[in-house]
Each structure stands twice: as structure tokens, then as C-alpha cells.
């Protein structure tokens, strides 16, 4: 719990959503979004032993071992391998033609931990191994990531090229699966996200990371957990900064939104999703459901003590800029910096890094926030 001196801002689900409605309406913009059912007590159970994979006993993975999924939809700036080499002199005249060699850094080093007793409760980490020296300078801050799918879909390897450029900047990078709407309804997505994030500064020796400087980074589905992180309980004592792509904040202005006569096949499902995110249908009388709209609302949670968020969207996402400024105003009106970007192009997500300002900004931001 935040402390006694900060006084939680509590905000109507269905007020902020009406409000945040009136904003679609003016701008024509419109919502996306991918899950854990917590153990007893709506946290993870008692942490599996640390491993480079689910079934490995191995406490120290040595060796890396590439975490396993389907590619990321980022574009790496370089792409891990090996230096090439001279091309063979085949000419009679014995005049060589040097080919040009690019050297690219060698891959980090990779492992895969279970965070839970759950299927879905891995994490994969990209870290770099520490000198002797690089030890006693200090330890390395460390980023979570969180990723999309409509809390129905997705999976951590979305992240493998973004993680992969991360730990070149000296970051150790830990991108987190989390049980899926389709089998454990919310909060299990935010049990499962603070899990995660917990493992991570309980084992924070294993990879020199310093517990106290870690920003989540989430698109998305994923992007919304990363602001529940940033708002809700501790706050900004839990991480350090919050960067969202195309965050789904409101989940019940996305389902608004989805009922629409102009609504998208994306903005429709994404409509659905909210309704097995929640676990409910909310309409008029439903109070238990109502209760989970305010909760899953990422403002409802603001207050002065939380993280400072970088909230970004495109100008043609189908998840629109409006599911991020009421975020931003109430946590400015708390005197917690939030900033809404807003990039050209219909890109939603990770998409978002087709844009070649996004990853600057994001990484000039991860940079201040864990310096």
C-alpha cells in the first residue's frame, strides 16, 4: 500500500470513460490490446527454482539459451551474428576483391525463468555478463517488458530484437509472459505482472541489476499492465518510470468504442476482449462488474506517489491518443510527469517503432528515469 500521506484519486470507471468517449468522438479515433487464474490469494504461488527453462533444475544458467516463440514485430537496429569474412580469391590474376565486413556485437546471454507455478508464468531475461570491474562501479539498471495480444494472444518473444538493442545501452532486460484472459479473468493479468516484477528484484544478484532501478516497458494489452504497475499500490516505489505503446487504459471506452457502427474488425474484437478480460458484461445494474471496469481503469489507481509515464500512440492507431490523456492529466493534476506522444501512420504497438523517433525517445527516457 502507498503511504498514509498519499491519498488515493479515485475515479468513476463510467464517468472517466464518458469523458474519455466525448474525446473520441472529437478526434474520430477509436482502441487494442494479450494473461494468468492467480493461486489462491491472487498472486503467483511460491516461486519455481530458478532455472534456464521451466523443466531445467540449473540455478546458474552458463551457457545462453535463446528463449523460444515467434519472432518480435520490432526491427532490430543490428542483427545479432558473427563478422563476415574476406571473400575467397577466385581471380586468375591473382587480384583480391575485399569484401565489406560488418561487425555486430555479440548476442546477450538469454535463459528463461518461472516466475510461478503456471504455464505462463516465464519470464525470459537478456543480460550481458558483468567484468570484475563493471561490478564494483555499480549495478545495471533493468526493464520489464509486457506484451500485446488483446490480453487473449501474445507472447514475451514479440520482444527478443527491442531486448536484444536494450542490453547493448547496458540495460538487463526481462520480458514476462502472463496467464491469458481465455482461462483467468482480471486482476489475474496485474497479479501476474507484479509477480514478475517481483521475481525479478528478489533474483536481482543474478544478473547485477540494482532492484531499485527497473521501468516497465508494455504494448498494448501489455502496455495497460505496464500502467497498472506505475499506478497502482506502491506506485513508483515499485518501478521507476512507465512506457506505454498504444496502451488500452480504459478498457470500458474500448468496449464503447467497439459497438460503433463505424468500429473496425480490431476495435470489435478488441470489444470482446474486454468482456473475457472482465469476466463480465458491463451494462446497467451490474455492480460486481462495474467494480472490475473501475478497477482494470488505470486512473482509478492514480495518485501523487506514482511512476512518470511516456504514453504513445499513432495518429491513425485503433487504439487512439484518448485512452492515454485522461491517464495523463490526472496523474499531471497529482504532480506526476506523463507525457502523451503522438507519431504519423496507422501503426499500433510495436508497430510503433517503424517510426524512427519512438525508440530514441523511449530509450532517452529509460536512460533518465534508472540513471
Not at 491519498?7 to 494468468?36: D, E, H, M, Y
Not at 504461488?45 to 521451466?54: D, F, K, L, R, Y
Request: glycine share 10%; aromatic share 6%.
Amino acid at each position: 500500500m502507498k503511504g498514509s500521506g498519499v491519498r488515493k484519486v479515485l475515479v468513476s470507471g463510467a464517468a472517466f470513460a464518458a469523458t474519455c468517449i466525448a474525446a473520441v468522438a472529437a478526434t474520430g479515433g477509436a482502441a487494442q490490446a494479450a494473461a494468468p487464474t492467480p493461486p489462491s490469494g491472487g498472486q503467483a504461488t511460491a516461486e519455481a527454482p530458478v532455472s534456464p527453462s521451466p523443466t531445467s533444475a540449473t540455478p546458474e544458467p552458463e551457457a545462453s539459451s535463446e528463449p523460444s516463440g515467434p519472432e518480435g514485430s520490432s526491427t532490430p537496429s543490428q542483427t545479432p551474428g558473427s563478422p563476415g569474412t574476406s571473400a575467397p580469391d577466385t581471380d586468375t590474376d591473382s587480384v583480391t576483391t575485399a569484401r565489406a565486413v560488418m561487425v555486430t556485437p555479440a548476442p546477450p546471454r538469454t535463459a528463461t525463468y518461472a516466475y510461478g507455478s503456471a504455464p505462463r508464468q516465464r519470464l525470459d531475461a537478456y543480460w550481458r555478463p558483468s567484468t570484475s570491474s563493471a561490478r564494483q562501479t555499480g549495478k545495471r539498471p533493468g526493464v520489464l517488458l509486457l506484451h500485446g495480444g488483446y490480453w487473449l494472444e501474445g507472447d514475451k518473444s514479440d520482444w527478443k530484437y527491442f531486448a536484444r538493442r536494450l542490453t547493448n545501452e547496458g540495460f538487463a532486460v526481462f520480458a514476462a509472459n502472463y496467464r491469458l484472459a481465455g482461462s483467468a479473468a482480471w486482476p489475474a493479468q496485474r497479479d501476474d505482472a507484479e509477480a514478475a516484477l517481483d521475481y525479478v528484484k528478489r533474483n536481482a544478484a543474478r544478473w547485477n541489476v540494482d532492484p531499485d532501478r527497473i521501468a516497465v516497458v508494455g504494448s498494448s494489452a501489455g502496455g495497460m499492465l505496464a500502467t497498472q504497475l506505475g499506478t497502482y499500490g506502491q506506485g513508483a516505489q515499485r518501478v521507476r518510470g512507465v512506457v506505454a505503446l498504444s496502451p488500452v487504459n480504459t478498457p470500458y471506452l474500448a468496449y464503447q468504442v467497439g459497438a460503433g457502427q463505424t468500429a473496425s474488425s480490431r476495435q470489435r474484437k478488441l470489444r470482446r476482449a474486454v468482456v473475457t478480460l472482465l469476466g463480465c458484461r458491463p451494462v446497467s445494474g451490474s455492480a460486481t462488474c462495474w467494480t472490475k471496469v473501475d478497477d482494470a481503469t488505470s486512473a482509478t489507481h492514480a495518485s501523487a506517489g506514482d511512476a512518470p509515464m511516456l504514453l504513445m500512440h499513432a495518429d491513425g492507431d485503433f487504439v487512439p491518443r484518448t485512452q492515454s490523456t485522461g491517464l495523463a492529466g490526472v496523474l499531471n493534476r497529482a504532480g506526476v510527469p506523463a507525457t502523451v506522444v503522438t507519431v504519423p501512420g496507422g501503426m499500433h504497438g510495436l508497430g510503433l517503432m517503424q517510426d524512427s523517433s519512438v525508440y530514441p525517445r523511449i530509450l532517452s527516457f529509460l536512460k533518465a528515469r534508472t540513471r
